[in-house]
């Protein structure tokens, strides 16, 4: 009698690992699964906002013309005529010489 009960309480052990050792996995499985719904989520919507917002001016939010302004490439507003530099634009404008910095702004603001 002991015996089987030494068995059946090996057994519902083993069972009880086995359905945990499951459960984890499943719940990972799941997680991982939850994980990927959110960063496909976020990256369409950073897609659609990139669409409603490309070329638009950040102050006014009319539409923006690139320049290739003394081989540097600007972003001007047609409406407010604001002057916007994308990454690494701004750095190349102040790699060169302190003169063509000068008139690099005064030709952009038409003073030269």
Not at 41 to 53: C, G, I, N, Q, T
Not at 64 to 70: G, I, L
Not at 92 to 106: G, N, T, V
């Amino acid at each position: 009698m002991d015996s089987q009960k030494e068995r059946k309480k090996k057994e519902d052990a083993w069972f009880h690992d086995n359905e945990k050792k499951l459960l984890t996995k499943l719940r990972n499985e799941r997680e991982a699964r939850m994980k990927e719904k959110i960063q496909e989520s976020d990256r369409k919507h950073r897609e659609e906002l990139k669409k409603a917002h490309w070329m638009c001016c950040p102050k006014c939010g009319q539409p923006m013309v690139e320049k290739d302004h003394k081989g540097v490439l600007v972003d001007v507003c047609t409406f407010c005529e604001g002057v916007f530099f994308d990454r690494g634009e701004l750095e190349d404008l102040l790699d060169k010489e302190i003169e063509a910095r000068r008139s690099f702004f005064f030709d952009l603001l038409g003073l030269s």
